[in-house]
């Protein structure tokens, strides 16, 4: 069975057979000349390898010798030929992308054609459709996330408060996330501690946790351009009690945890069990907090932190948190059948792990404001 597509996007079923592909481990031959290297040295002739050495061929990848094909390929493979009479290279308008590769072309698609369409496409669709480099970003919620900026090895600190955030699953994932915030450009602890002194709260208090007292600096519009969150792991898993994802938990914590952050939904009893859980981690020792805001407003808050700045972006993902960084390329506006973009994040896998990142963002930094009640 053949399968072909455009692959537009970074989800869907293409992307998936593609993955499905890759992982399974591959021989790869990029585009251009491949040479062979064939041993003569006992006289016999060079036969079919010296016939096929340095053949142009078009990038392609082979799991196994039983496995699928993996095929790849663009516009230049298909461009026919473009002959010197004819056009000059400083002059045409696809020589930032053909570089002379259209010189050597035995194709068929007119190059007036490929112009035409260059001129009326944007940049994007353009290397989405035609160069097939990447896929469209257009229905993507990070649209500002690239795995090459952020995406960096980060380990543990250990002078970093470190945090949790926890999405809950059965059938579906269960979601932990391991972060540490650097950088937030807000007084020191020790500062803190000796405005609070004189506090109420704080004399009855004195073990106040870090998570506490960042608590105080909530904002209903923080700024975050001097904030860096670091998420140094992740932990997937289906199927399993909250007991075995305590226990994984606990053995996977780098350091003393300031604070957990989790879903709001956490909280609802079970009528088979009488409990939920949340109760469960609490009655295990881990206690949760459940910030309650609005899916967009923690999307907005992540979108912050992708923002280009000097001294890098305010997110930075560890290469092991693979999940997380797929979910952040994956995360996209649902749809209706008609193909009309919605106002909110489709629900089909990669939103357990952007959930669980918004809940320690929102459970960080955003604050709602009192409810007012006004009697008449």
Known sequence: MEVFSTMHRPFGLMAELVDNILKRGTRNAELGTQEKETDHSDGEAAGEDAVFAGVP???????????????????WEVIEPCREEDRSCSRCPLWG????????????????????????ASREAWEAEMLCRRPLTESR????????????????????????????????????????????????????????????EFAGNRELTL??????????????SR?????????????????????????????????TYADP??????????TGPCQE?????MRVRTPRAGILEGVELVRRLLKERPGGPGL??????????????????????????????????ADHLIDALRYLMTGLWLRRGAVRERRW
């Not at 061929?57 to 663009?74: A, H, I, N, T, Y």
């Not at 506490?212 to 975050?224: T, V």
Request: charged share 30%; proline share 6%; glycine share 8%.
């Open 57 to 75: 061929r078009s990038e392609f990848r082979v799991p196994s010798s039983e496995g699928p094909l993996l095929l790849k390929w663009c516009l």
């Open 211 to 224: 998570a506490a007292r960042a608590a105080r600096g909530r904002q209903s519009d923080p700024d975050l």
């Open 97 to 120: 992308d053909c570089a002379g590769r259209a010189r050597e072309a035995e194709g068929y698609f007119p190059i007036d054609d490929a112009i035409a369409q260059k001129s009326r």
């Open 227 to 259: 904030v860096r969150l670091r998420v140094i792991g992740e932990y997937v898993a289906r199927e399993r009690p909250v007991s075995e994802h305590a226990r994984q938990m606990a053995a996977r914590d780098p350091g003393p945890v300031a604070a």
């Open 281 to 285: 981690l609490a009655r295990l020792g």
């Open 141 to 200: 919620v990070f649209t500002e996330f690239d795995a090459a900026r952020h995406v960096a090895p980060v380990g543990y600190n250990a002078g970093l408060p470190l945090y949790r955030a926890i999405d809950f699953g059965y059938a579906n994932p269960f979601v932990c996330l391991w972060a540490q915030v650097e950088d937030c450009g807000v007084k020191s602890d020790a500062s803190r501690e000796r405005e609070l002194a004189g506090t109420q």
């Open 265 to 274: 939904a956490g909280w609802q009893r079970s009528d088979v069990t009488g």
């Open 316 to 349: 930075v993902i560890d290469p092991s948190c693979r999940w997380l960084a797929r979910a952040m390329q994956e995360y996209h506006w649902d749809e209706t059948a008609d193909g009309r973009r919605q106002e909110r994040p489709a629900k089909d896998g």
